[in-house]
T-cell receptor, first 113, second 109 residues
Framework: SQTIHQWPATLVQPVGSPLSLECTVE??????LYWYRQAAGRGLQLLFY??????ISSEVPQNLSASRPQDRQFILSSKKLLLSDSGFYLC????????????FGNGTRLTVT | RKEVEQDPGPFNVPEGATVAFNCTYS??????FFWYRQDCRKEPKLLMS???SGNEDGRFTAQLNRASQYISLLIRDSKLSDSATYLC??????????FGAGTRLFVKA
């Protein structure tokens, strides 16, 4: 079965510091991978998705970036965090077929102070 | 108009009650539909897929009306453990999946 790992679970970072969140998937090859963010009390906002190594689509312009250096690895980064970057960051992969549902990792709760 | 719109609630219901949630979506070309459940401070988890013919999973029934661009979820015999936020999810195809902001449900003893 497919398993998705995210770390760390929680993170407290000062404004202006860099960020790197990692997500890996097991049990599948060439997965479609996604980064979502959920601000407190809000819905999920799609940030990036990737259909393969080195292929990144950005949905919302902001100070975040994503990379996919390996087939089952998806990284979310920032060079300088803003207070507004605080939120719950969720990595997801899609099951077989583009109309399949998404399955999420446990998420990283980021607080920018 | 929001891409996926839900009543945020909260819905406060007693145990054993039947409760229904609705959702509308704006993109008529949407291809697949789901309900997710999200517990407080946890990741969303797939509850069920939604089909035009309607589908049932135990106490949960989902229905899709493509003509009206409307999705529903019915929960019968509510349990305390059903308390959560329910997310309506629409897949546009081409890898884009849009989440509604969610409907909060509180089931009380």
């Amino acid at each position: 079965s497919q398993t998705i790992h995210q770390w760390p679970a929680t993170l407290v970072q000062p404004v202006g510091s860099p960020l790197s969140l990692e997500c890996t998937v097991e049990g599948t090859s060439n997965p479609n991978l996604y980064w979502y963010r959920q601000a407190a009390g809000r819905g999920l906002q799609l940030l990036f998705y990737s259909v393969g190594i080195g292929q990144i689509s950005s949905e919302v312009p902001q100070n975040l970036s994503a990379s996919r250096p390996q087939d089952r690895q998806f990284i979310l980064s920032s060079k300088k965090l803003l207070l507004s970057d605080s939120g719950f960051y969720l990595c997801a992969h899609r099951g077989a077929g583009e109309n399949s549902p998404l399955h999420f990792g446990n998420g990283t709760r980021l607080t920018v102070t | 108009r929001k891409e996926v719109e839900q009543d945020p609630g909260p819905f406060n219901v007693p145990e054993g009650a039947t409760v229904a949630f609705n959702c509308t979506y704006s993109n008529s070309a949407s291809q697949s539909f789901f309900w997710y459940r999200q517990d407080c401070r946890k990741e969303p988890k797939l509850l069920m897929s939604v089909y035009s013919s309607g589908n049932e999973d135990g106490r949960f029934t989902a229905q899709l009306n493509r003509a009206s661009q409307y999705i529903s979820l019915l929960i019968r015999d509510s349990k305390l453990s059903d308390s959560a936020t329910y997310l309506c999810v629409v897949n546009w195809g081409g890898f884009k999946t849009i989440f509604g902001a969610g409907t909060r449900l509180f089931v009380k003893a």
